[in-house]
């Protein structure tokens, strides 16, 4: 079968692990150059040597205006160009207390891995593809900026003001053949959604199924998310399938965000016949 991506150049914000790491091995089968732009060296640096010289690792803080110019540099003096640029590294909430209890300590940071590091991956991309034929650009944002919740706010108002950004990016760039859109991961199987920080290896599978049992109880799918179903996204949103589409919200949770999966009028018909008999 034909590969999606051959000859196409690619940097993966985050592609290190989880759905970054999943979105750098299928771009590679499908014949992409990617620089890997993370913080995470050592899993980053082991990645980019098993691929072999089709990949390399650059450490990157996607906050830092210049780490992310050097990523962008390097896909053009090391592959020769740059035509697709997934931001996909994030960050969630160190603590989730109630809102009412929460000090806020780490909404500086979170806005500045969420909207300010995707914010310089696109400006920064763009800058290199409006000069040469366009580009795709890719965000990753989450169904916690689409479906209110519990908890976590400033992780929500992260993405929230992430999806608007994209779909703004996508109008402003288009002129110049850019195309922007956002991936809107729900529930995917990686160290964040987890929640594996503090747990010992023995315990991460344990914790793995108990998390998966809450997950699956939202969604109309019952099957966990996995990272390849993001890149699989993310390959059909940086290639020519997707030509014609930009300033797209594109949700991959199992359908979370639908409707609520509970049979209420089945509950309310119990109900009804439990009163009048
Ligand atoms: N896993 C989920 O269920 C889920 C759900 C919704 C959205 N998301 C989003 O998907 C994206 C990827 O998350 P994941 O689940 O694969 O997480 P992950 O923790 O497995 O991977 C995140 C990667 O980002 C890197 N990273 C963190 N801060 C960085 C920085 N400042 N600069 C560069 N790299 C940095 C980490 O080192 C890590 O390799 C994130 O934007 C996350 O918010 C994930």
New binding site residues.
């Given amino acids: 079968m034909a590969q999606e991506l051959t000859g196409k150049v690619a940097v993966i914000?985050?592609?290190?692990?989880?759905?970054?790491?999943a979105t750098v091995e299928l771009f590679l089968r499908e014949g992409a150059k990617v620089v890997i732009?993370?913080?995470?060296d050592d899993?980053?640096a082991a990645l980019a040597e098993s691929l072999g010289a089709a990949a390399v690792y650059l450490r990157?803080?996607?906050?830092s205006r210049e780490?992310v110019q050097a990523a962008v540099d390097l896909a053009v003096s090391h592959f020769g160009g740059l035509d697709i640029m997934f931001n996909?590294?994030?960050?969630?909430c160190g603590a989730y207390p109630d809102f009412i209890d929460d000090k806020l300590d780490d909404f500086d940071r979170v806005m500045?891995?969420?909207v300010l590091?995707p914010m310089l991956g696109t400006q920064i991309a763009a800058r290199h593809m409006k000069d040469h034929g366009g580009g795709a650009i890719v965000n990753?944002?989450?169904?916690?900026g689409t479906l209110a919740g519990h908890a976590m706010m400033t992780?929500r108002a992260s993405?929230a003001g992430l999806i608007q950004f994209s779909k703004s990016a996508a109008i402003d760039l288009g002129r110049y053949g850019i195309r922007v859109n956002c991936l809107?991961?729900?529930?995917?199987?990686?160290?964040?959604?987890s929640f594996q920080q503090g747990a010992s290896s023995e315990q991460i599978d344990r914790l793995e199924q108990e998390v998966s049992a809450v997950y699956l109880s939202n969604q109309i799918l019952k099957r966990r998310?996995e990272?390849d179903d993001?890149a699989q996204a993310a390959l059909f949103l940086s290639g020519q399938r997707s030509r014609h589409i930009t300033g797209m919200v594109m949700p991959v949770e199992g359908g979370v965000t639908a409707g609520d999966p509970v049979n209420h009028l089945a509950d309310i018909f119990a109900a009804r016949a439990s009163v009048l008999g």
């Fill in positions: 914000t985050g592609g290190a692990s989880g759905i970054g790491r732009a993370d913080i995470s899993a980053g990157t803080d996607v906050s780490a996909n590294a994030g960050i969630s500045q891995v969420n590091g990753c944002a989450s169904i916690a992780y993405k809107v991961p729900g529930h995917i199987r990686t160290p964040m959604s998310g990272p993001c």
